[in-house]
């Protein structure tokens, strides 16, 4: 369950995020959408607690605890997930180590012990089922060389790993192929249930007919304008953002 209230985040000098409110119940799926540059990717680099961000006012919950406090290991120990548009990529590190780490460093922050290895593999085959992942992707290096599907399949994965109760993602102009449409769709998909909630970024009206929303938010000018159900996503398609932000002025 995630709360934000009132949040009001800048960087360097420039206001960006002017008093979000959202509230999303477990089990629920929603989208925010809005024009390019509106401060969708910067609300999810805020939760992500990005050093270059300072909230100004207003507050987060995640479950009923402060994510603004929280330290980004303690975000995800908490149950945070987010993937972002832009995956990272790490030469010299195989996917597999990767995941391990991560899994590993989400145990320690919850001060559990280290997962062994028989487990770790038992767990990755688990939730690599259901994702085409071949054995030999694990063993390259993370996100390098990886086409756009294989990156989205190496995200899902990882989301699918550490068992999140709050998702990110993070999907603004990322122009996912259909390859890469399908992997995430059906990944998260998969992984929606009745106490994990999910928050799906986009200006890509299309991934919301794969990833039905509960709720879609239009997003401008750094807040929520407009919020209804997942026929809204087809009419800011048909319409065009510009009714929405004379309605917010
Ligand atoms: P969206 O994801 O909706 O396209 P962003 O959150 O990426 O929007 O950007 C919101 C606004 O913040 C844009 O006007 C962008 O130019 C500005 N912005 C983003 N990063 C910086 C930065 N490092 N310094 C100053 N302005 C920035
Ligand atoms: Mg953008
Ligand atoms: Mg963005």
Redesign the pocket.
Known sequence: MLEIRNLHAR??D?E?LKGVNLVIPPGEVHAVM??????????S?VLAGRE?YEVTEGEVLINGENLLEMEPDERAAAGLFLAFQYPIEIPGVATMTFLKAALNAQRKARGEGEISTPDFMRAVRDAGAQLNIDSDMLKRPLNVGFSGGEKKRAEVLQMALLQPTMCIL?E??SGLDIDALQVVSKGVNALRTANRSMLV?THYQRLLNHIVPDVVHV?SDGRIVESGDKDLALRLEAEGYADFETTAA
Do not use: A, C, M, V
Not at 34 to 43: A, D, F, H, P, V
């Open positions: 960087i360097e420039r960006i809005g024009r390019n540059g509106s401060g969708k990717s910067t609300l680099y270059d993070d603004t102009d970024i997003f």
